[in-house]
């Protein structure tokens, strides 16, 4: 029986953690964890908020996806957006989910990311 997602792992080409890590912590607001050392030798990063844990892996031919992605749910999510545009990422707003107020970003290597906020 499942019960929660434990994480989700996004792909990233090779070289690119610093870039990853200063969006995923700086722009994002999340806590890098450490990787398990026979982890941590194939390079990536995984950072984590509170319950959510996104983990980024290293991929040698690296393709972003276009459709697929994480929804990520926020509090404040006006703010949160403006946080994010004060600190140099695009904030797309997408108004297509009945009951939510959402917007999509993208991290410095494509991956698309969701973020989404129920309505009363």
Same mark, same amino acid.
């Given at each position: 029986?499942?019960?929660?997602?434990?994480?989700?792992?996004?792909?990233?080409?090779?070289?690119?953690? !610093?870039?990853?890590?200063?969006?995923?912590?700086?722009?994002?607001?999340?806590?890098?964890?450490?990787?398990?050392?026979?982890?941590?030798?194939?390079?990536?990063?995984?950072?984590?908020?509170?319950?959510?844990?996104?983990?980024?892996?290293?991929? =040698?031919?690296?393709?972003?996806?276009?459709?697929?992605?994480?929804?990520?749910?926020?509090?404040?999510?006006?703010?949160?957006?403006?946080?994010?545009?004060?600190?140099?990422?695009?904030?797309?707003? !997408? !108004?297509?989910?009945?009951?939510?107020?959402?917007?999509?970003?993208? !991290?410095?290597?494509?991956?698309?990311?969701?973020?989404? =906020?129920?309505?009363?």
């Amino acid at each position: 029986m499942l019960s929660a997602v434990d994480h989700v792992q996004l792909a990233a080409p090779p070289g690119t953690e !610093d870039q990853l890590r200063a969006y995923y912590g700086d722009v994002l607001g999340m806590t890098e964890i450490p990787k398990p050392p026979v982890l941590a030798a194939r390079g990536g990063c995984w950072f984590a908020a509170g319950a959510v844990q996104l983990h980024l892996g290293v991929e =040698e031919d690296f393709h972003p996806a276009r459709k697929a992605h994480p929804g990520l749910r926020v509090t404040g999510i006006e703010t949160y957006a403006r946080q994010l545009e004060e600190r140099g990422a695009k904030v797309v707003w !997408d !108004d297509n989910l009945p009951g939510h107020k959402r917007f999509y970003s993208e !991290d410095p290597v494509g991956n698309r990311l969701e973020f989404l =906020e129920p309505t009363p």
